[in-house]
């Protein structure tokens, strides 16, 4: 239970602030009359994040506050939003405190905010009764999932929730950054010094354009083709779906090709490639092998393929995870760039255009408890992964060979995820 002072400012809204703050710290409520709330509410638990070159945050200085506005409590750990610009007091003149360890936050907190999928270490601090908020991408890592089952906590995932076009809100806006981010770095690792072909993606007058392909037309896709379109590449996008087919065909109007993906056109069009960008996605599941190792003998000898579907397990045979420290990698004089995180680079952009997405979501739950959240929309239930110890998301399952449990039925036996639930 947890009491806090909640004003009202000059325009009648209601402005939270925690007991240790002046008016001014709080922003200066000049003529506000205080009265006192009391709350049983949630606790919201933002360790740092620890993966390798991870510097996103998953709540901002603006999200902190929503959440203390309403009456929840919010715990940062300490630093963990100095990556993305933000610092410990952004986070406690917004109502938050600050903890010194991830131990103390999990500890703290019900609901656990994160980026990127739990490491082993964060693993280990879960427990029953918590709800953890975050991206898994469970289908490709065995070890994740058993941890996750072990831990009894109830595990919903950003990137299988749906809006109400079946379409991924919460993957997008990353999806949009590393798209972009496949066709800059691209074209960067282009260069012979760093084991490129040593071809320029936009070329000059009286030099052809380097040739890009680019495998799946979604959100990666798109804002890949954007970027290398704007380089000057010669683009060429390849979906399996006729109808997305047409609405990038639309989108560019005729600024690149568009082709069926089949294996035949895929072997056509890589032999003329510098830069392949993998961004196929069957959502939740472990990503289709499209390009083969085979395939890599008749490509050129420092072509590179940026497999950004790498955190789904990778849509090239030969993939495996990178870090942006060591991004690289050769297969058969075939440069291969496989970071699973790579929004992570540039997070003064990435964690506001993930908070954007993903506060709302994070206000319901913690808002209505997970169970009331989740049960009243099928869309959000979709997200859920996880819960008492069952997956509940079918690709997951099956990628894994366990059975998948009725994501409704599993939260009801889930251990007394949060108050409201
Ligand atoms: N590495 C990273 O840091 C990072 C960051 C964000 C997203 N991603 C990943 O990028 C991938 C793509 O995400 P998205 O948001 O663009 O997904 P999306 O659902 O918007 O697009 C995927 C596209 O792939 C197409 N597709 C499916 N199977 C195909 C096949 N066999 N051949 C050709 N096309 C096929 C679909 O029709 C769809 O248009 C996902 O795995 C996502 O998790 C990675």
Do not use: W
Not at 44 to 59: C, N, S
Not at 126 to 152: C, I, K, N, W
Not at 297 to 325: N, Y
Request: glycine letters at 12%.
């Amino acid at each position: 239970m947890i009491r806090k002072s909640v004003s009202s400012n000059s325009t009648g809204s209601e402005v939270s602030q925690p007991d240790s703050l002046s008016l001014c710290e709080a922003g200066g409520l000049l003529g506000a009359s205080t009265t006192e709330r009391e709350e049983n509410d949630v606790k919201i638990g933002v360790p740092t994040e620890v993966k390798t070159d991870e510097h996103r945050v998953a709540l901002t200085p603006a999200g902190a506050r929503e959440l203390t506005d309403r009456g929840h409590d919010v715990v940062v750990q300490r630093g963990a939003g100095a990556g993305s610009g933000f610092a410990d007091h952004d986070y406690v003149s917004q109502g938050a405190t600050v903890a010194p360890d991830a131990a103390s936050v999990f500890a703290e907190a019900e609901l656990i905010v994160k980026v990127k999928e739990p490491q082993p270490p964060e693993v280990a601090l879960l427990r029953p009764g918590h709800v953890l908020f975050a991206y898994l991408h469970l289908a490709p890592d065995p070890q994740l999932t058993r941890g996750l089952l072990e831990s009894g906590a109830t595990c919903v995932a950003f990137e299988t929730v749906e809006d109400a076009r079946g379409r991924l809100p919460l993957l997008a806006p990353m999806s949009e950054v590393a798209g972009k981010i496949a066709a800059q770095a691209g074209a960067f690792m282009l260069a012979k010094p760093l084991g490129g072909r040593g071809v320029l993606l936009g070329g000059v007058p009286g030099v052809p354009p380097g040739k890009v392909i680019v495998i799946g037309g979604g959100v990666v896709g798109t804002n890949a083709a954007t970027v290398a379109l704007g380089l000057g590449a010669d683009v060429t996008i390849l979906d399996r779906s006729l109808d997305r087919l047409r609405e990038l065909d639309a989108l560019f109007a005729g600024r690149c090709r568009t082709v069926f993906a089949s294996a035949l056109t895929l072997e056509e069009l890589l032999p003329a490639a510098d830069l392949v960008i993998g961004a196929v996605l069957v959502t939740g599941a472990r990503a289709p092998h499209v390009i083969k190792r085979d395939h890599l003998a008749a490509m050129k000898p420092g072509a590179l393929i940026v497999d950004v579907s790498i955190d789904q397990g990778g849509c090239v045979e030969t993939s495996r995870p990178t870090t942006h420290s060591e991004p690289t990698y050769d297969v058969d004089g075939v440069t291969h760039y496989c970071v699973a995180n790579m929004p992570g680079a540039l997070p003064i952009t990435s964690t506001r255009a993930l908070a954007n997405a993903t506060l709302p979501y994070l206000l319901r739950l913690a808002d209505e408890g997970v169970g009331r959240a989740l049960a009243t929309d099928p869309r959000f239930l979709a997200g859920l992964n996880v819960a008492g110890g069952r997956v509940t998301y079918e690709p997951v399952a099956h990628a894994q060979g366990l059975e998948c449990a009725d994501p409704a039925a599993a939260l009801e036996g889930a251990v007394a995820p949060m108050p409201g639930s």
